[in-house]
């Protein structure tokens, strides 16, 4: 059965027993009256004031999509660009999802110097790139920029040199102190497995005046 957890659209017990779980997981829940139809009961089935017992099993999740703050979206005017200031401009909205700290993305990407020269594209390999976000596998303007942005999503990244390679040199192709221009696009997300904690399992004579939830 499907519903949104927290929205009221079905019993407290409900509510909050299925909070924290992650798919696949199964539990019994214990909901005193006030966690279920209280002194209403529900039609001929439930009297009035009833304990109710759950055992119940997480199939499928869909996260909900939380609204991300919209990242700055700047509208260059003639040629000049200025490269002393990250800046990330959206150019394509994606669906879905928003990348957080930790997760993986597999991306394609453009990098040019500022006077267009192409250092290197993932689209002419026809391989997107993988990496974890915000890890420092990958230079700074990329943990920043991909932070947000859903699969689909196509951003331009303007990389001051503080952003980029800083002082240093990349072989022949990128001096040392150079701002970078980046066209990126997210192709996939693996969002990084969070730890959730453990609900407390206990073994003991049913207690039904307490909302307990017991992990099976």
């Not at 027993?17 to 005193?32: E, H, N, S, T, V």
């Not at 110097?113 to 596998?137: A, C, M």
Request: negative net charge; glycine residues 10%.
């Amino acid at each position: 059965m499907p519903f949104t957890v927290g929205s009221g659209q079905v019993i407290p017990c409900w509510d909050e027993g299925f909070k924290g779980l992650a798919k696949g997981a199964k539990a019994d829940l214990i909901c005193p009256p006030l966690y279920a139809y209280g002194s209403k009961g529900f039609g001929d089935l439930i009297p009035p004031d009833s304990p109710l017992l759950f055992s119940i099993e997480v199939v499928n999740i869909e996260p909900a999509k939380k609204e991300e703050p919209k990242k700055e979206v700047a509208k260059e005017t003639g040629s000049a660009i200025d490269t002393s200031k990250f800046k990330v401009t959206v150019t394509q909205d994606g669906e879905g999802y928003a990348l957080e700290k930790g997760d993986k993305v597999f991306a394609h990407y453009k990098g040019t110097l500022v006077d267009g020269t192409k250092f290197d594209s993932s689209y002419d390999r026809g391989q997107p790139l993988p990496f974890v976000v915000g890890k420092g596998s990958v230079i700074k303007c990329w943990d920043e920029g991909f932070i947000g942005l859903e699969k689909g999503a196509k951003a331009d990244l303007i990389c001051p040199p503080d952003y980029a390679y800083g002082n240093r040199a990349m072989g022949s192709t990128i001096p040392a102190n150079s701002p970078l221009l980046f066209s990126i696009e997210v192709v996939s997300i693996e969002p990084a497995k969070k730890e959730e904690p453990k609900k407390e399992v206990k073994k003991e004579i049913i207690d039904t005046s307490k909302f307990q939830v017991t992990v099976t």
